[in-house]
């Protein structure tokens, strides 16, 4: 029986999450095993919720491997307000804020790399004319993104950063 349900689980949910069969609950796992690379491009039923709770696993190199354009397109949702991005075949996340100062942006910079050193998963980050932010997550490691960076997105998602962005300029035509 174990081995059948097993397989179901894995099938079945996001990013290796697995049912322990008293509680429920899903529990994190790290995709290493070469049943998970098989199943990896399919492993993408998770809510936005879900991926920021989960804990970015160590990259090794040998065990990962980039997750397909499908499987990206098909998480991308999850993380409200990133895009894709495709350089040089490597795949990657972006998203960019418009900060009110310099030192705002800096601000910024400080929550998310509090949140990368906690996750040991470390972005891109850029701060160009200065107030234009942009953050770009890629797992260096593979030369493409792996469940991390989804992750890493959710959880500077969930970020206060409301008091550090400029606020957006108000549309005319809902003000009557
Ligand atoms: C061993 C450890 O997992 C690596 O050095 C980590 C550190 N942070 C990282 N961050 C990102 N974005 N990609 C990586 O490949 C990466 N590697």
Known sequence: QAPLVSVAQRLLLPHGGSITPDTGTTQDRVACSSFRKLLYGFRTFCTSEELATKKCVPCNAKDMRPMTEESANALISKVEGWKLLNEGDILKLSRSWKVKSFTKGLELFQLVANVAEAEGHHP???????????????????????ENDFVLAAKINELPLDGLLRRKVKDSSSSK
């Open 124 to 146: 891109d980050l850029h701060l160009v004319g200065w107030n234009n932010v942009t953050i770009e997550i890629w797992t260096h490691a593979v030369g493409g993104l792996t």
